[in-house]
């Protein structure tokens, strides 16, 4: 159950676009079309933005987009705002065994 | 609306026991898997275990297996989670989550989060 693998920081400005990558293997991020990305503001609970690797929940605004190839998944901000500033965590569904492995998270600063 | 309220956590001594509770409203608790996740001070998530609806399946992080017990009583809407065999390395916040879903189904994704609750081993 090895953590997924992300930046540790990323950055841009107001209205630039910002990518977070999230790097696992063949048993998880790779094997299956689960990977979640979550939001979290300083001591608050983890909002979830984006399952099923592309697919937004209701209330997520557009400007937020997943992605996934091989066995890396990444999520897009674009349209940057002073509200986007916050710890992004990716997760990925790694069989019934492991079930859940959490990405170590990426702290996004906008500038 | 989905409700989701953890209690139980505190200050516990290196090899002690804590048993934490996730109570639960405003969906029909008892058709639901369960989840808990952790996370440690200034650090990130980590999932710890999950539990079939029906109490009858489970499943643990390799961190906590053999020490972390999770069960359910969906007569009280109340999601467990008893650890024993306290270690400096389990102090953290932990949330119990719910999955996301919508008209055509649940998804992997954890959409509902409790509040937290901190658990603080130390001596």
């Known amino acids: 159950q090895s953590a997924l693998t992300q930046p540790p920081s990323a950055s841009g400005s107001p209205g630039q676009s910002v990518t977070i990558s999230c790097t696992g293997t063949?048993?998880?991020?790779?094997?299956?079309?689960?990977v979640s990305w979550y939001q979290q503001h300083p001591g608050k609970a983890p909002k979830l933005m984006i399952y099923d690797v592309s697919k937004r929940p209701s209330g997520v605004p557009d400007r937020f987009s997943g992605s996934k190839s091989g066995n890396t998944a990444s999520l897009t901000v674009s349209g940057l705002q002073a509200e986007d500033e916050a710890d992004y965590y990716c997760?990925?569904?790694?069989?019934?065994?492991?079930?859940?492995?959490f990405g170590g998270g990426t702290k996004v600063t906008v500038l | 609306e989905v409700q989701l309220v953890e209690s139980g956590g505190g200050l516990v001594q290196p090899g002690g026991s804590l048993r934490l509770s996730c109570a639960a409203s405003g969906f029909t608790f008892s058709a639901y898997w369960m989840h808990w996740v952790r996370q440690a001070p200034g650090k990130g998530l980590e999932w710890v275990s999950r539990?079939?609806?029906?109490?009858?399946?489970?499943t643990y992080a390799d961190s906590v297996r053999g020490r972390f017990t999770v069960s359910r009583d969906n007569a009280k809407n109340t999601l467990y989670l008893q650890m024993n065999s306290l270690r400096a390395e389990d102090t953290a916040v932990y949330y119990c989550?719910?999955?996301?879903?919508?008209?055509?189904?649940?998804?992997?994704?954890?959409?509902?989060w409790g509040q937290g609750t901190l658990v603080t081993v130390s001596s």
């Open positions: 539990i079939t609806s029906d109490g009858s399946t489970t």
């Open positions: 989550a719910r999955v996301y879903c919508d008209g055509a189904g649940c998804y992997k994704g954890f959409q509902h």
């Open positions: 063949s048993s998880d991020v790779g094997g299956y079309n689960y």
């Open positions: 997760s990925s569904y790694a069989g019934s065994d492991s079930d859940v492995v």
